[in-house]
């Protein structure tokens, strides 16, 4: 999804960290040489304003006339200047709402994850599971706080660093987890420096390089007290080998599912206030971006000034998907982000951020401010108007219907069901090329996934969704309206979007 963000400029950056001895200012001097050639490239196809997706384009445009001119973009100051206002336009209405919805969002603190390995330990014992094994990655952050590349910076390696999660009794015969990792021993000591978030000093079985890993955690005092064989229950994102390995020694290895998967399908308070603050921040981005659009902007350029204005408010974009018209019939895009704004563009923005750790996805589909909406009763809407508006409401009436069905017990299934009846009895069946939506947390998408096969997963009160159905017309345009639900009981699900799209006017 992430098809603007990959061009950001890291490696540019990182060549010039790496010259020895280089200030701040010999640091910008040469990102703004290497952006001036790149513009200078670009220029000489016409394609100037690419620069604008670096990840500072203020600085950038400010400081090019004075790193060559020569090399400058040399037509279209006045377009510069106001694509360079747009941007500012961008962060500054964002900045002006005061930012109140990251008021109540803060940190996972050491306590939450004594939790979350609390609640791991009681749903092994619900499963009958000995232990869990992960190594680092999205659950190992859950769980751990470490991902992948916090380990291992250079690559994913193949030595194996686990973190093995047993539940046992207490003094007082009530369940508890005990965490201990298995690590190569030339490593303990960086493991030690990660800083877990554990109350205790953290435990290491080490293993030496011409050890068998997984002869050693087998002959650890792990599993000494087992009177059959351990069950291991690994992650989904543990790599073939290690499962392999574990299995080969003799270990009886089961795949994530059941009670440990909910654990982390199942948001707690801090999840949720971060999960609100971020989808409604994000939400709030497109907004106040949009106020600022005018004609003659591109797809990219519009991306980039989002991007800016999120990471001004503390949020770090991590896709950022602008499609016009016709080049969102595909619902992920694909095209190369150069169409131009115009009046009647119908502007689909499907975009996500980080913050703490948490994921926003949400999608918004408008009309420029700068075209005017009709009055009630106007009667002559130009056709293809008429169409984007009814379309528009389709979309908005399947979110609606959907949104009634996020309730405990009710199947995965039903949700995309729902929402699909309203699309296809308004006679666009065949249109709403995907599922309804996912789960969201430190991941975009997570499990459970909401398409109308998923009869057997069952909404459970503290999951939350996204509800994103969509209408894609083929060399026409395409509508999608995502926002974010948390299950609640029997009731209506709670939004964490702030607030649902009104209409092509007021996304
Ligand atoms: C978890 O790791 C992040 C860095 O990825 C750090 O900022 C945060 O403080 C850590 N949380 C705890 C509770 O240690
Ligand atoms: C956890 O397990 C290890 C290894 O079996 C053991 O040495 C340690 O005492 C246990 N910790 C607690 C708190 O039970
Ligand atoms: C973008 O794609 C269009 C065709 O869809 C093409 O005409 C145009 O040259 C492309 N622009 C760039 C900069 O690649
Ligand atoms: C959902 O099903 C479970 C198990 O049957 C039941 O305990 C729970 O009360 C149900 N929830 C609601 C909201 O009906
Ligand atoms: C289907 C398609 O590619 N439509 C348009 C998408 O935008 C580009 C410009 O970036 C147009 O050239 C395409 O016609």
Redo the contacts with the bound molecule.
């Keep these: 999804m992430s098809k603007y963000s990959s061009w950001n400029a890291p490696d540019v950056e990182a060549r010039a960290i790496s010259i020895p001895g280089n200030s701040r200012r010999n640091r910008f001097s040469l990102r703004n040489a290497a952006w001036a050639l790149v513009g200078a490239g670009l220029a000489a196809?016409g394609?100037y304003y690419y620069s604008s997706q670096h990840k500072t384009p203020r600085s950038h445009l400010h400081l090019l006339p004075e790193s060559g001119g020569n090399f400058a973009p040399c037509r279209g100051h006045e377009h510069s200047d106001r694509l360079k206002s747009f941007q500012q336009c961008a962060i500054d209405n964002l900045l002006n709402t005061g930012l109140p919805f990251l008021e109540n969002a803060s940190p996972i603190t050491v306590d939450d994850f004594e939790e979350r390995r609390q609640r791991l330990a009681e749903a092994l014992v619900a499963e009958d599971v000995d232990a869990f094994v992960v190594e680092p990655g999205y659950t190992f952050k859950y769980y751990g706080n470490v991902s992948q590349p916090e380990w291992e910076v250079w690559e994913p390696e193949e030595r194996p660093f686990l973190m093995v999660v047993r539940p046992f009794y207490d003094q007082t015969g009530s369940v508890k987890a005990n965490t201990t990792f298995l690590c190569p021993s030339f490593e303990a000591e960086r493991a030690r420096l990660l800083g877990m978030p554990f109350t205790e000093a953290i435990q290491i079985v080490p293993w030496e390089e011409h050890w068998d890993p997984y002869t050693t955690l087998q002959e650890s005092d792990m599993f000494s007290d087992l009177t059959r064989t351990p069950r291991l229950m690994v992650d989904e994102e543990m790599r073939d080998f290690i499962q392999r390995g574990l299995a080969s020694v003799g270990f009886d290895v089961v795949g994530l599912g059941g009670h440990v998967e909910e654990v982390r399908q199942i948001k707690s308070a801090s999840e949720v206030e971060i999960l609100r603050a971020v989808n409604t921040g994000t939400v709030e981005a497109v907004r106040q971006m949009r106020k600022c659009l005018y004609p003659g902007l591109t797809e990219n350029q519009i991306a980039a000034a989002l991007d800016d204005a999120l990471r001004a408010a503390g949020m770090e974009p991590f896709f950022d998907i602008v499609l016009f018209d016709e080049n969102a019939s595909n619902p992920h895009g694909g095209?190369?982000g150069?169409k131009v704004l115009e009046a009647e563009t119908f502007v689909l923005i499907d975009v996500g951020a980080h913050l703490y750790g948490y994921s926003s996805d949400i999608c918004r589909t408008f009309f420029p401010p700068f075209f005017e909406k009709p009055s009630e009763n106007e009667k002559t809407l130009a056709p293809h108007i008429a169409e984007k508006l009814k379309v528009w409401d389709i979309v908005f009436e399947a979110q609606t219907q959907s949104i009634h069905q996020f309730r405990e017990n009710y199947t995965a299934a039903s949700v995309d069901i729902a929402a699909r009846n309203v699309i296809d009895g308004a006679g666009y069946e065949g249109t709403f090329t995907h599922r309804l939506g996912h789960g969201i947390g430190i991941k975009a998408h997570e499990s459970p996934y909401l398409n109308k096969g998923n009869h057997k997963t069952l909404l459970k009160t503290g999951m939350a969704f996204t509800s994103e159905p969509g209408i894609y017309l083929v060399d026409k345009f395409g509508v999608r309206h995502e926002d974010i639900l948390l299950v609640q009981g029997d009731n209506d699900p709670e939004l964490l979007t702030g607030s649902r799209a009104v209409g092509p006017w007021d996304p």
């Design positions: 196809s394609f095209t190369n150069t």
